[in-house]
């Protein structure tokens, strides 16, 4: 299957149909001698960059708690892994959303048929009655959020109510693109994993699986190399307009504070007005740049400007998924980001 075709569907697996993981071995093997201890934390925090597999590593760990209930047994303390076989009951009702035992916070649509923005209380609130109700199946329930940076903040003292007191045999398994924000009583409450980044090959290899592309794809190769060990952001390069739109976004940032309007334009023309994948490839272009000026305003100490970066970055933020969950034009939110961007670096 070529890079383009892929593109075009959308084929990209979830997380939880994703049997395999790819690198993050330590992390794996944590979770798995916590699980074989049986004294494992009631919550963990999986943080990282987006796209590296924190969801995948989380679902993989769901399942195997899921198929193995009792710690102790031969098969759990054999285990060299977390994988569960895709033909098992388990992982195949975790793959259809369809395991009574396994609870999953995610952003979801609203009246309209739009998704939200952010997970609202209302949502979390369903964990009481999940951890709370007559089990429907024996032993573990785990609960994922996916991803905790989404909760609104009702959302997030509600999650911390349940986390404070936790029910016998339950696991929280929360995912967070940036751990550092996360409500500091949370992070309290949980065992926190941090994800680094992919090796190319890894991100190669990931990628594949998810999308039935050949691994020998040159396109992959020249994603991947791109993705900053990133599996979200080399799928999204994928087809090689992503790609180029990403460096044309490049070039512009490294004009700032002064940027051509006409430029911005030409940018806000070529993410047309439904292309998911462009303004993904133009938001993480801007999250590249942003994470390296904050890198070099660390080295530099420079906290005033490492603040107002951050406070922008969270506005650029909010003004995509808008942009993305109501279809809004593109050349607007072009024009906001530049010029917030701007006003940060004069």
């Given at each position: 299957?070529?890079?383009?075709?892929?593109?075009?569907?959308?084929?990209?697996?979830?997380?939880?149909?994703?049997?395999?993981?790819?690198g993050h071995r330590e992390t794996e093997t944590a979770l798995l001698d916590a699980y074989r201890s049986g004294r494992i934390p009631h919550a963990?925090?999986?943080?990282?960059?987006?796209?590296?597999?924190k969801a995948t590593l989380a679902y993989r760990m769901a399942r195997f708690v899921l198929a193995f209930r009792n710690p102790k047994s031969s098969?759990?303390?054999?285990?060299?892994?977390?994988?569960?076989?895709?033909?098992?009951?388990?992982?195949?009702?975790?793959?259809?959303?369809?395991?009574?035992?396994?609870?999953?916070?995610?952003?979801g649509l609203n009246d309209r048929g739009v998704m939200r923005t952010v997970i609202t209380v209302d949502e979390t609130r369903e964990t009481i009655?999940?951890?709370?109700?007559?089990?429907?199946?024996?032993?573990?329930?785990?609960?994922?959020?996916?991803?905790?940076?989404?909760?609104?903040?009702?959302?997030?003292?509600?999650?911390?109510?349940?986390?404070?007191?936790?029910?016998?045999?339950?696991?929280?398994?929360?995912?967070?693109?940036?751990?550092?924000?996360?409500?500091?009583?949370?992070?309290?409450?949980?065992?926190?994993?941090?994800?680094?980044?992919?090796?190319?090959?890894?991100?190669?290899?990931?990628?594949?699986?998810?999308?039935?592309?050949?691994?020998?794809?040159?396109?992959?190769?020249?994603?991947?190399?791109?993705?900053?060990?990133?599996?979200?952001?080399?799928?999204?390069?994928?087809?090689?307009?992503?790609?180029?739109?990403?460096?044309?976004?490049?070039?512009?940032?490294?004009?700032?504070?002064?940027?051509?309007?006409?430029?911005?334009?030409?940018?806000?023309?070529?993410?047309?007005?439904?292309?998911?994948?462009?303004?993904?490839?133009?938001?993480?272009?801007?999250?590249?740049?942003?994470?390296?000026?904050?890198?070099?305003?660390?080295?530099?100490?420079?906290?005033?400007?490492?603040?107002?970066?951050?406070?922008?970055?969270?506005?650029?933020?909010?003004?995509?998924?808008?942009?993305?969950?109501?279809?809004?034009?593109?050349?607007?939110?072009?024009?906001?980001?530049?010029?917030?961007?701007?006003?940060?670096?004069?």
């Open positions: 299957m070529s890079a383009r075709k892929v593109e075009r569907e959308s084929a990209a697996r979830h997380p939880r149909e994703t049997p395999d993981l790819f963990w925090l999986i943080g990282g960059a987006q796209g590296i597999g098969q759990v303390q054999q285990a060299p892994t977390l994988r569960v076989d895709p033909a098992d009951p388990v992982a195949r009702q975790v793959a259809a959303g369809a395991h009574g035992g396994l609870l999953v916070l995610e952003r009655s999940f951890f709370g109700s007559t089990a429907a199946v024996d032993g573990w329930r785990v609960c994922i959020v996916d991803t905790v940076d989404e909760l609104n903040p009702n959302a997030a003292n509600a999650l911390l109510k349940i986390l404070e007191e936790p029910p016998q045999q339950s696991l929280f398994l929360l995912v967070s693109h940036a751990p550092s924000r996360v409500l500091p009583t949370i992070l309290s409450r949980c065992r926190k994993l941090l994800l680094r980044p992919l090796e190319t090959d890894d991100v190669v290899r990931a990628a594949a699986a998810a999308t039935d592309i050949e691994a020998d794809d040159p396109a992959l190769a020249e994603a991947a190399a791109a993705s900053e060990g990133s599996i979200g952001r080399a799928l999204s390069l994928l087809g090689g307009d992503a790609l180029k739109l990403q460096q044309r976004t490049a070039a512009l940032l490294a004009t700032l504070p002064s940027v051509d309007p006409r430029e911005l334009h030409a940018l806000g023309e070529a993410l047309g007005t439904s292309d998911r994948v462009a303004l993904a490839a133009f938001i993480d272009g801007i999250d590249r740049w942003m994470s390296e000026r904050m890198r070099m305003g660390d080295a530099n100490a420079n906290l005033p400007r490492l603040a107002r970066l951050a406070e922008v970055w969270e506005k650029i933020v909010r003004a995509a998924r808008d942009t993305e969950a109501y279809n809004l034009e593109r050349k607007p939110l072009v024009f906001s980001v530049f010029s917030m961007l701007a006003d940060a670096t004069r």
